[in-house]
């Protein structure tokens, strides 16, 4: 049984609870490697029949949202397969990040301009321009995601890479985007932080 996402197996224990009819029942504490709600247990559900216990989900953790990664025309969806399968021909531009990651907003907004404008640039036509869920290619998250990172976000965990078919797949380049905002005049009077 695979889980749908990644543990500390050290931070996660098995108890036994005393069972109805002299059967004991198994209690599995699973402590997640980065921290959130779950949202289902196994990666495949019709391979077993597992009940969560909602009572005893970590009350400390916000309700969470899933957010839409990044979209536009020419932003396309990968998976990790067809992201290897892409890479080995073509330069791509990624962002890769959680659904439930809503401190990458506004990096959204800044990845989607980027595309839009620099996509359509003499010369940047051919580079691809995609996005990635990481909680459904938990491969590439262990790869590309800083290795110890046990926060859901820190705006900079949630990478954006550029790989090129020349260049080795396990080494991307790693882009840093911001949007800088424009203001007319009338609006920057009225703003006391511009």
């Not at 921290?35 to 970590?58: I, P, Q, T």
């Not at 290897?84 to 990096?107: F, G, Q």
């Not at 110890?148 to 790693?174: H, I, M, T, W």
Request: net charge negative; hydrophobic share 40%; proline share 4%.
């Amino acid at each position: 049984l695979e889980l749908r996402e990644d543990i500390e197996p050290h931070n996660s224990r098995i108890e036994l609870l005393p069972g109805a009819n002299g059967v004991d029942a198994k209690l599995l504490i699973l402590h997640k490697r980065i921290a959130h709600r779950w949202d289902r247990l196994l990666w495949n559900e019709g391979e077993a029949s597992v009940v969560k216990d909602w009572k005893r989900e970590d009350r400390n953790l916000p309700e969470e949202d899933e957010v839409d990664l990044p979209r536009a025309q020419n932003i396309k969806h990968f998976t990790y397969d067809k992201l290897l399968s892409v890479i080995a021909e073509r330069t791509v531009v990624v962002s890769m990040r959680y659904p439930w990651c809503s401190l990458c907003e506004e990096k959204d907004k800044a990845f989607v301009k980027v595309a839009k404008v620099v996509g359509a640039r003499d010369g940047l036509e051919t580079v691809i321009w995609g996005s990635m869920d990481l909680r459904e290619d938990k491969a590439a998250a262990r790869l590309y995601l800083s290795s110890g990172n046990s926060q859901a976000c820190a705006k900079d965990n949630c990478p954006y890479l550029v790989f090129k078919p020349d260049e080795s797949r396990d080494e991307p380049y790693k882009l840093e985007l911001s949007i800088l905002y424009e203001m007319d005049e009338m609006s920057m009077m009225g703003d006391a932080m511009a």
